[in-house]
């Protein structure tokens, strides 16, 4: 509704800075000879309509730049390589924005703010001199136009106002809005992309690409919102293991540790039995020594998840065992040296 009526004001302004300029143009047509005037009426509205257009743009591409929403700075995990990493912002009930693994790009941001700073600094400097500026602009276009410096002065103000304050206003209040949008529709989305990784599995597909569509699903799931994002991943894994014989998928077995201790985190700050919190405890902590034994390299990533203190991270990032940190198994598994 707010668009639709800056909308609605923006095009009145318009037409009537249009209806101005056709005025002038009429003006201007009616002191030549009669043989002269339709020239006279189409040079000064062209030139106007020219003059106009050009200033509206700049003032448009000023009013964006200034407009332009900024996306809160958080830190995001690094892209897994050798190792994965586990679930950001763990068993806390609101939604937060570090709980994703992509981030959006503020390039365009940052160079907004770099502009905005500066274009405010060099106007307020140039400011007593902008008059004299302004003027021999407005003469600059009467030598070259059939128009007089004050109706181009008029005309390259108005217009430049009115692209400026139409981009910002449009800026601030659709593309903000369309920015809030993509956020908080962004775990539905990633659910729906994650969904999709099951369901190419064929019947007859290898045991390596059931492990790489299975990984990457579970991987994508710990990334979504609590509870939704954990409960997908440990039902995922017990698919998964039930179908995985002796020899199933480190990572994922990583990953289901990660996947319980987000649960044990949520369900114990929502009053959960603590018969119930012990046999996510036990899950995560039998899940853990798997992973370990399979393959001592993920002791390292699982470390970075358990340990609060780890330097490798930023507080609030990849915590999903931090619940467990001074529990003395997990110390004696994830504590020892690597090997």
């Given at each position: 509704m707010?668009?639709?009526?800056?909308?609605?004001?923006?095009?009145?302004?318009?037409?009537?800075?249009?209806?101005?300029?056709?005025?002038h143009?009429?003006?201007?047509?009616?002191?030549?000879?009669?043989?002269?005037?339709?020239?006279?009426?189409?040079g000064?509205?062209s030139?106007?309509a020219?003059?106009?257009a050009?200033?509206t743009?700049?003032?448009?591409?000023?009013g964006?730049?200034f407009?332009?929403?900024?996306?809160?700075?958080?830190?995001?995990p690094?892209a897994?390589?050798?190792?994965?990493?586990g679930?950001a912002?763990?068993?806390t009930p609101?939604?937060?924005?570090?709980?994703?693994?992509?981030?959006?790009?503020?390039?365009l941001e940052?160079?907004?703010?770099?502009?905005?700073?500066?274009?405010v600094?060099?106007?307020?400097?140039?400011?007593?001199?902008?008059?004299?500026?302004?003027?021999r602009?407005?003469?600059?276009?009467?030598?070259?136009?059939p128009?007089?410096?004050?109706?181009?002065?008029?005309?390259?103000l108005?217009?430049?106002?009115?692209?400026?304050?139409?981009?910002?206003?449009l800026?601030?209040?659709f593309?903000?809005?369309?920015?809030?949008?993509?956020?908080?529709?962004?775990g539905?989305?990633?659910?729906?992309?994650?969904q999709?990784?099951?369901?190419?599995?064929?019947?007859?597909?290898?045991?390596?690409?059931?492990d790489a569509?299975?990984?990457s699903y579970?991987?994508t799931?710990?990334y979504?919102?609590?509870?939704?994002g954990?409960?997908?991943?440990?039902?995922?894994?017990?698919e998964?293991?039930?179908?995985?014989?002796?020899?199933?998928?480190?990572?994922?077995?990583?990953?289901?540790?990660?996947?319980?201790g987000?649960?044990?985190?949520?369900?114990?700050?929502h009053?959960?039995?603590?018969?119930?919190?012990?046999?996510?405890?036990n899950?995560?902590?039998?899940?853990?020594?798997?992973?370990?034994?399979?393959?001592?390299?993920?002791r390292?990533?699982?470390?970075t998840t358990?340990?609060?203190?780890?330097?490798?991270?930023?507080?609030?990032?990849?915590?999903?065992?931090?619940?467990?940190f001074?529990?003395s198994?997990?110390?004696?598994?994830?504590?020892?040296?690597t090997g």
């Amino acid at each position: 509704m707010n668009v639709a009526w800056t909308s609605v004001g923006l095009f009145i302004w318009f037409i009537l800075s249009s209806l101005c300029i056709l005025l002038h143009a009429l003006n201007a047509a009616a002191g030549q000879a009669p043989g002269a005037r339709t020239a006279s009426f189409l040079g000064v509205l062209s030139n106007s309509a020219l003059l106009g257009a050009a200033f509206t743009s700049v003032g448009a591409l000023l009013g964006f730049i200034f407009g332009i929403p900024r996306v809160p700075k958080y830190s995001a995990p690094a892209a897994p390589q050798l190792q994965a990493g586990g679930a950001a912002a763990t068993g806390t009930p609101p939604r937060q924005q570090d709980d994703r693994r992509l981030t959006p790009n503020t390039n365009l941001e940052d160079i907004s703010d770099w502009l905005t700073k500066i274009l405010v600094g060099a106007g307020l400097a140039q400011l007593a001199v902008l008059p004299g500026k302004l003027t021999r602009l407005a003469e600059f276009f009467h030598a070259s136009m059939p128009l007089t410096a004050e109706a181009a002065l008029m005309i390259l103000l108005n217009f430049f106002v009115l692209g400026f304050m139409g981009s910002y206003l449009l800026t601030r209040l659709f593309l903000t809005e369309a920015f809030r949008t993509v956020e908080e529709g962004g775990g539905a989305k990633f659910g729906r992309v994650a969904q999709d990784l099951l369901l190419e599995i064929s019947p007859g597909a290898s045991k390596e690409e059931r492990d790489a569509k299975y990984e990457s699903y579970i991987y994508t799931c710990l990334y979504l919102d609590p509870p939704d994002g954990f409960e997908r991943t440990i039902r995922a894994c017990l698919e998964y293991l039930e179908n995985a014989g002796d020899s199933p998928n480190p990572r994922i077995l990583a990953y289901q540790a990660m996947a319980y201790g987000q649960k044990y985190d949520w369900d114990q700050k929502h009053g959960a039995a603590k018969d119930a919190l012990v046999l996510l405890r036990n899950s995560a902590l039998a899940a853990v020594k798997r992973a370990v034994e399979a393959q001592p390299k993920l002791r390292t990533l699982l470390r970075t998840t358990w340990d609060p203190n780890d330097p490798s991270k930023l507080r609030g990032e990849e915590n999903d065992l931090e619940v467990f940190f001074n529990d003395s198994d997990f110390k004696q598994i994830l504590d020892s040296p690597t090997g």
